[in-house]
């Protein structure tokens, strides 16, 4: 399994964080996330000043990010860098106690981080970057809830249309919108 990394400055990182996070990468199927070494749990006071890759058409600033994906490279192995306290900041306090909140929020910018490695070592059907990423997301973020919470699909249906709408919007009316980088 995938190493979990945390490396925080200020940020008090709560108990369940990294449980949470292990059972998100324990249902990625074997030799998706071989390859990548760990996964770094930071928060945007380690991250260095400066604008990400173009995603989107534009640059953002690193700090406002919610998370990279780190190609491998001769010096480096493969890894992605979560910036909690950017991912959980839509996520208001009362919904952070409940497992499904978050590990909804911290899985779609794990699996989409881990989705731009698996465009490159497995490729996808959509176009490749961020489609393909988004793509990864929810697809992984649907295997986990099926393996890992045995929801029926009727369950999913129901939480997917009433609940996340509902969480969306606090997320939009609270914070920044979600944005995650690439880099490498």
Same mark, same amino acid.
């Given at each position: 399994?995938?190493?979990?990394?945390?490396?925080?400055?200020?940020?008090? !990182?709560?108990?369940?964080?990294?449980?949470?996070?292990?059972?998100?990468?324990?249902?990625?199927?074997?030799?998706?996330?071989?390859?990548?070494?760990?996964?770094?749990?930071?928060?945007?006071?380690?991250?260095?000043?400066?604008?990400?890759?173009?995603?989107?058409?534009?640059?953002?600033?690193?700090?406002?990010?919610?998370?990279?994906?780190? $190609?491998?490279?001769?010096?480096?192995?493969?890894?992605?860098?979560?910036?909690?306290?950017?991912?959980?900041?839509?996520?208001?306090?009362?919904?952070?106690?409940?497992?499904?909140?978050?590990?909804? !929020?911290?899985?779609?910018?794990?699996?989409?981080?881990?989705?731009?490695?698996?465009?490159?070592?497995?490729?996808?059907?959509?176009?490749?970057?961020?489609?393909?990423?988004?793509?990864?997301?929810?697809?992984?973020? $649907?295997?986990?809830?099926?393996?890992?919470?045995?929801?029926? $699909?009727?369950?999913?249906?129901?939480?997917?249309?009433?609940?996340?709408?509902?969480? $969306?919007?606090?997320? !939009?009316?609270?914070?920044?919108?979600?944005?995650?980088?690439?880099?490498?």
């Amino acid at each position: 399994m995938t190493a979990v990394v945390t490396s925080f400055k200020t940020y008090e !990182a709560p108990r369940w964080l990294l449980p949470t996070v292990e059972c998100l990468l324990a249902t990625i199927p074997p030799g998706h996330a071989q390859s990548l070494s760990h996964v770094l749990l930071t928060d945007s006071d380690s991250i260095g000043r400066g604008k990400s890759a173009r995603v989107r058409g534009r640059k953002w600033n690193r700090r406002d990010c919610c998370g990279f994906y780190h $190609r491998a490279t001769p010096r480096s192995p493969a890894h992605v860098v979560v910036i909690v306290d950017n991912v959980l900041r839509g996520l208001p306090h009362a919904l952070r106690s409940i497992p499904f909140f978050r590990e909804h !929020a911290l899985g779609r910018t794990i699996y989409h981080e881990v989705g731009h490695h698996l465009d490159l070592l497995v490729g996808s059907t959509s176009r490749p970057g961020e489609a393909a990423a988004e793509s990864w997301s929810t697809r992984l973020l $649907r295997q986990h809830w099926r393996s890992r919470h045995r929801i029926s $699909r009727a369950v999913l249906r129901v939480l997917g249309s009433v609940v996340l709408p509902i969480a $969306r919007w606090f997320g !939009a009316s609270h914070s920044a919108p979600h944005r995650t980088g690439t880099a490498g």
